[in-house]
Nanobody
Framework: QVQLVESGGGLVQPGGSLMLSCALS????????MNWYRQAPGKQRELVAG???????QLSDFAKGRFTISRDTRKSTVYLQMNSLEPEDTAVYYC???????????WGQGTQVTVSS
C-alpha cells in the first residue's frame, strides 16, 4: 500500500524559507510523478509544483522564482524548497503521487505552512 509522509511545515516570518519533504513507501518511487498542492482556508486546492518520474519540473506562476521542487530516488523522497515566503503562501501543503501507468493518485496527510509576523 502506497503511503506518503510529509514533514517540514511550520510557522515562518514573511521573507523566510521552509523545505517540505514527502517520503513515499510501499511502491517503487520511479513509477510516480510527484506533485505538491496547497489549500488555503476557503479556497480550492491548487497545484504548486510537479516533477515527473524522469525529473521534468513544472512550477505554478506564483511559485516561479521562489520555490524549487526536487526528488531523491535513493530516499524515495520529493522536496519543496520555498523561499521568500509571503502571507499568501499560508496553506496546508499536500504531497501527491501519480502512477505513471495506472494514473492512480495517492495523497499525503498534509502539512501546515503559516507565514506570519
Amino acid at each position: 500500500q502506497v503511503q506518503l509522509v510529509e514533514s517540514g511545515g511550520g510557522l515562518v516570518q514573511p521573507g523566510g524559507s521552509l523545505m517540505l519533504s514527502c517520503a513515499l513507501s510501499g511502491s517503487l518511487f520511479g513509477f510516480y510523478h510527484m506533485n505538491w498542492y496547497r489549500q488555503a482556508p476557503g479556497k480550492q486546492r491548487e497545484l504548486v509544483a510537479g516533477i515527473t518520474n524522469i525529473g521534468y519540473r513544472q512550477l505554478s506562476d506564483f511559485a516561479k522564482g521562489r520555490f524549487t521542487i526536487s526528488r531523491d530516488t535513493r530516499k524515495s523522497t520529493v522536496y519543496l524548497q520555498m523561499n521568500s515566503l509571503e502571507p499568501e503562501d499560508t496553506a496546508v501543503y499536500y504531497c501527491n503521487a501519480n502512477h505513471i501507468h495506472e494514473g492512480r493518485d495517492y495523497w499525503g496527510q498534509g502539512t501546515q505552512v503559516t507565514v506570519s509576523s
